[in-house]
């Protein structure tokens, strides 16, 4: 190896420890990239003595810089791309979860809305105070809803007019509890989502 | 205002608008890696740095505004040729049209000459 080689290999090493913070393809692409450069430029020239080399080392600047240069775009680059990915996880992961706190435990009755609250508790994206009202605001969701208009349905007698003769007062109490229970889990879940969706960007 | 904060603004508004020089050089041809340092080079004030075009244009490569391709060398190593993709051009076009319009302004009132005009 020619002296001239050992100034082009230092500054190579240089810049390769200096990039070392970058992904391994990105840092092998600008190795290559400022390898050819010098290659190219040098072929330009009338030869390649020490005089030659300096300049066109000293004209890319200092390997510091270029890593520099190359790491700033990692820091300005990293934070939309990881919000990217958090805002589809909004679409999925966190959805399901909401729509299992609202109907979990009728399409797997109790233990639907028991994954649910798992689900909850374990994301990262709600807030203890927004998973507390998740969970109170109301337990099993519209389960009490469609438990209440099960059992009417089937223990009560309507006639065709309309008039129900089961026990009246209880009824009525059980349907408006279960109603304020429906609004309360559909207010909770629009509520989630948007904090998730909040959250995410 | 200081000095300082002066050059200091300079530098961060010559880093904003590279970029876009970058793409202008590209507008109308393919060019490779050195001719294109070359380029930003001959003009005073532009570039102080060579190496550092290099990671400009991967990270422009990664952004998708220019696509590359090899190309043999009669003389010395494969040439990496960079082009402008369609959303290139449309950065491109946004930037000159915001820009003209910002340094005409500024032109009309810190420019040489007669500011009424």
């Known amino acids: ?201 | 205002m200081e000095q300082g904060d002066a050059l200091n603004l300079l530098t961060q508004m010559r880093r904003g608008a590279l970029p876009y020089c970058v793409l202008a050089l590209l507008r109308d041809e393919q060019r490779y890696g050195v001719e294109i340092v070359r380029l930003l080079g001959e003009v005073d004030g532009m570039v102080t740095s060579e190496g550092t075009i290099y990671p400009l244009l991967s990270r422009l490569r990664r952004q998708g505004l220019v696509e590359t391709t090899w190309r043999e060398s009669t003389a010395g190593p494969p040439r990496r040729y960079y082009q402008l993709t369609a959303a290139g051009h449309q950065a491109l076009d946004a930037f000159a049209g915001e820009w003209e319009r910002f340094s005409g302004a500024v032109e009309h009132f810190i420019g040489e000459g007669d500011p009424k005009r």
């Open chain 1, 1 to 201: 190896m020619t002296a001239t080689d050992q100034l082009i290999e230092d500054y190579l090493g240089r810049l390769e420890s200096a990039a070392s913070t970058l992904p391994s393809a990105q840092r092998a692409e600008l190795l290559t990239e400022i390898r050819t450069h010098i290659e190219i430029t040098l072929s330009h020239e009338e030869g390649r003595g020490e005089a030659a080399v300096r300049t066109v080392l000293d004209r890319l600047g200092t390997p510091e810089d270029i890593a520099r240069e190359a790491g700033t775009d990692l820091t300005v680059e990293s934070p939309p791309q990881a919000t990217a990915t958090g805002r589809r996880r909004v679409g999925a992961f966190d959805l399901v979860t909401v729509i299992l706190l609202l109907v979990g435990g009728i399409v797997l009755p109790g233990l639907g809305w028991v994954i649910a609250v798992v689900l909850l508790w374990a994301s990262a994206r709600w807030t203890t105070r927004d998973k507390l009202i998740g969970t109170l605001v109301f337990p099993g969701g519209l389960t009490a809803l469609v438990g209440f208009l099960l059992f009417s349905g089937g223990s009560s007698q309507c006639s065709p007019s309309g008039s129900c003769t089961s026990s009246g007062s209880s009824v009525g109490v059980a349907l408006t509890l279960g109603l304020v229970a429906a609004a309360g889990s559909i207010a909770s879940a629009v509520y989630l989502l948007h904090r998730a969706q909040h959250a995410a960007a």
